[in-house]
């Protein structure tokens, strides 16, 4: 399995312009997606693929995460070039595929990292370079895909995340987009439930087209609660202004936090009763209860909670 790493915003950055990568290197973002399928025309992307080089050569930039580029489909013929390019620069973490049909799409890109980067495999991290695995992350964006996501989850150990490409879906199905969002309700519930069921630590929601004014930021709020409340961890994002409220509605918030710490602390308490399921302010806690109780302090801590302090707050809570 692939390291995870908490993608509360994808933000995607033309790599066919250098100015536009400069400026993403002062951002405070997730993961950054230097884009080099449907934002470069054909004639540019050697010039793309040499830009990236670059600027993955760098000193990483203190404010994001993860660094990653969306190569061309593998169907488009373009895919190898970009990944024996791209797979030189030193500070790559993760690649992402569009148009991902079926598991020979990810055995493909699966085959080339092994044979690329042999030391950043998922079973090797701490060989070679020392570095962190390579992470690969699957776009969604077909009838066919969906029906095929069983075979996708499992085809790559790489794998660390599903994303739901809602526009290329609309014209798959030939169906339009509402602000309701109601027409992906089958394809978003399916693709953040495969998430979980294979255990991909990230599910990435659809690009929300609004970014301008207070009405568009209103519209980018809803759509990441809705997301949020299918299951999904984060959400793809085509302007910088569209950061600061997707990491926040995708954080967990502070009472979240402490209902966590209570859980946590309780729990050891009642395993040192000898007891298996005990209450909580009237509710029984359980080993799920437990687990989610767990992975929201996880959460906490890469989103900057000091979990810690927390912990000690709450540390006389008893099970009832």
Request: aromatic fraction near 4%; charge should be neutral.
């Amino acid at each position: 399995m692939a390291s995870a790493v908490v993608r509360r915003a994808l933000l995607y950055v033309p790599a066919s312009s250098r100015k536009m990568l400069d400026k993403s290197r002062g951002l405070s973002v997730d993961c950054v997606a230097y884009d080099l399928e449907d934002s470069v025309t054909p004639s540019m992307k050697p010039e793309a693929r040499r830009n990236l080089r670059e600027i993955l050569a760098l000193e990483r930039a203190q404010g994001i995460r993860e660094q990653a580029v969306r190569i061309n489909a593998v169907e488009s013929g373009l895919a190898l070039d970009d990944l024996v390019e791209v797979l030189k620069a030193p500070n790559l973490d993760a690649i992402v595929v569009p148009k991902v049909q079926s598991a020979s799409d990810l055995h493909f890109v699966t085959d080339v990292l092994r044979h690329t980067l042999p030391d950043r495999h998922p079973s090797s991290p701490t060989q070679g370079s020392g570095k962190e695995p390579i992470r690969v992350i699957a776009l969604i964006e077909s009838a066919r895909a969906l029906m095929d996501l069983s075979s996708i989850c499992g085809a790559s150990p790489y794998l660390s995340g599903l994303v739901f490409a809602a526009e290329d879906f609309a014209l798959d199905l030939s169906i339009r987009r509402t602000p309701s969002l109601q027409e992906f309700l089958y394809a978003r519930s399916a693709i953040s439930t495969a998430a979980r069921a294979f255990n991909l630590p990230s599910a990435i929601d659809l690009v929300c087209t609004s970014f301008k004014g207070e009405q568009g930021m209103k519209t980018l709020e809803a759509e990441c609660e809705g997301g949020k409340d299918l299951g999904f961890n984060g959400k793809q994002l085509i302007h910088p202004s569209q950061v600061e409220i997707t990491q926040r509605v995708f954080s967990p918030v502070e009472k979240e936090v402490e209902w966590a710490a209570r859980i946590v602390i309780g729990d050891q308490k009642a395993i040192d009763q000898g007891r298996g399921a005990w209450t909580m302010d009237g509710k029984m806690i359980d080993a799920p209860v437990v687990g989610k109780a767990r992975s929201i302090l996880d959460r906490g801590r890469v989103c900057g909670y000091d979990v810690d302090a927390v912990m000690t707050r709450w540390k006389g809570q008893e099970p009832e």
